[in-house]
């Protein structure tokens, strides 16, 4: 990365005052000069020469003149997030402090400046199917975002007769009331270090289960929806109501089937009929899912065991659907004429 060839700033230590730097060259052989005003003395101008490595400069200097009270100059800075060069200076005479170059040049970008101007803000989401999880699979996954956040406080947020947020020790030490949540969710964020903070947001509950990651390196953000996607996993539930792959449902098929046999139908009565049929079993199977097949079943003890607790979420999907794709054929044909009608 090239460095910036105009640089003012300030100088501290045995010696105040005001810094402006000019640089030629490459950076592998930088020559300038520095003008010097010392709040005691005045201005004094060193020659310099030195190199830059990208990130690391290292200078050497001469006064002009031979000034009382300067001696020959040897400083080191490194270009921070900023694109300020920070550093140390000292003389052959004894003095020695610190100092600070800021960038002082319209339409030049400097080292730090460049990579600035890259920083973007990635986001990656992701959609699950039905969710089914306990406190302890809970705290895994918190304890999962709390090892990739390193310094941030995970916070769990738990919806049930009230919304109640806790970081996660506290989550851990908490003994609730109630044995189910309507949502949960799981937040972490911590700085990046590029001026963005890296985010990561998990929620389950009645609406949707989703995931989501951001920050300003693309890698990790893609990266950490994938570890999240393979965490979250073991807790989903397939049911017959939901075709997941093709991203349909039961509801859709209905409606679909009922606009392809519309037009077969020889009245606007039987079709207003048929309408009003797959409008009442869509209805009917959106209460029914709600009460007896939740998208997301999150418990605050342990979950239960057993064969019935694991099939019977599927069994009452499939009794659903098998029921409201029954009565809809049933409609359908009574309406063609193909059962006699009385």
Do not use: C
């Not at 080292?111 to 705290?139: M, P």
């Amino acid at each position: 990365m090239t460095l910036g060839r105009l640089w003012a700033g300030n100088a501290f230590g045995t010696n105040t005052g005001k810094l402006f730097v000019t640089f030629e060259g490459d950076d592998a052989n930088l020559t300038g000069k520095l003008h010097f005003n010392d709040t005691d003395v005045g201005v004094v101008v060193y020659s310099l020469t030195g190199a830059f490595d990208g990130s690391k400069l290292e200078l050497a200097g001469q006064p002009d003149g031979q000034p009382e009270g300067f001696g020959t100059l040897n400083a080191t800075a490194t270009l921070n997030q900023k694109g300020q060069l920070e550093g140390q200076w000292a003389t052959t005479i004894g003095t020695a402090g610190t100092f600070v170059l800021f960038p002082h040049v319209q339409g030049q970008a400097t080292a730090g400046e460049a990579e600035a101007t890259r920083d973007q803000l990635h986001t990656a989401r992701h959609q699950f199917g039905a969710i089914q999880i306990d406190r302890e699979q809970i705290t895994g996954l918190a304890d999962e975002i709390q090892r990739e956040l390193k310094s941030a406080k995970v916070i769990v947020t738990v919806v049930g007769a009230t919304e109640e947020a806790r970081f996660l020790p506290d989550f851990k030490a908490l003994t609730f009331g109630a044995p189910r949540a309507v949502v949960l969710k799981l937040f972490g964020s911590e700085p990046e270090g590029t001026g963005v903070n890296r985010v990561i947001s998990v929620e389950f509950g009645p609406q949707s289960n989703a995931a989501m990651t951001q920050g300003g390196d693309e890698a990790w953000v893609l990266g950490m929806m994938e570890r999240l996607k393979r965490s979250v996993k073991p807790f989903e539930r397939s049911y017959p109501t939901t075709f997941k792959r093709v991203g349909i449902g039961l509801n859709q098929l209905l409606l679909l089937g009922s606009i392809v046999v519309l037009p077969s139908l020889g009245s606007l009565r039987e079709r207003a009929i048929l309408m009003g049929g797959v409008l009442a079993l869509i209805f009917g199977l959106d209460w029914l899912n709600r009460r007896y097949v939740p998208l997301a079943a999150i418990y605050l003890t342990k979950k239960p065991v057993g064969f019935g607790s694991r099939v019977a979420p599927s069994l009452i999907s499939w009794l659903i659907a098998l029921t409201a794709g029954a009565a809809a054929v049933l409609l359908a044909s009574y309406l063609q004429g193909w059962l006699s009608k009385p």
